[in-house]
């Protein structure tokens, strides 16, 4: 079992910056590719980005690259999302998820931080 608690979110003026955090517990955090998502009101829960176990690779959804990055610090257990040069459509609730790394099939995931980006 794995528990994610995601913090830092709030309200930012478009052009403005959030830092995200993700504190992880429970198991051996280096054993998860650790990932961002996010829901929109009224949308599907997407993809924001995603960090190997080792830290050694990083992925990023299309409308996120070059604005967000993530990284990881092992030794905290913790997962960061900086964003920066936000927009109104990216607000939206962030999840913060940990992919087990021998088996997509255990997954687990936060409750949520809200992120609210006025134009």
Do not use: H
């Not at 961002?36 to 990023?60: C, D, L, M, N």
């Not at 990216?90 to 790394?101: H, I, L, S």
């Not at 099939?105 to 949520?112: E, P, S």
């Amino acid at each position: 079992q794995v528990q994610l608690v995601e913090s830092g979110g709030g309200l930012v003026q478009s052009g403005g910056s959030l830092r995200l955090s993700c504190a992880a517990s429970g198991s051996t955090f280096s054993s998860y590719n650790m990932g961002w998502f996010r829901q929109a009101p009224g949308k599907e829960r997407e993809f924001v980005a995603r960090i190997s176990w080792s830290g050694g690779a990083t992925y990023y959804a299309d409308s996120v690259k070059g604005r967000f990055t993530i990284s990881r610090d092992n030794a905290e257990n913790t997962v960061y999302l900086q964003m920066n040069s936000l927009k109104p459509e990216d607000t939206a609730v962030y999840y913060c998820n940990a992919e087990y790394r021998y088996s997509s099939l255990r997954q687990y995931w936060g409750q949520g931080t809200q992120v609210t980006v006025s134009s």
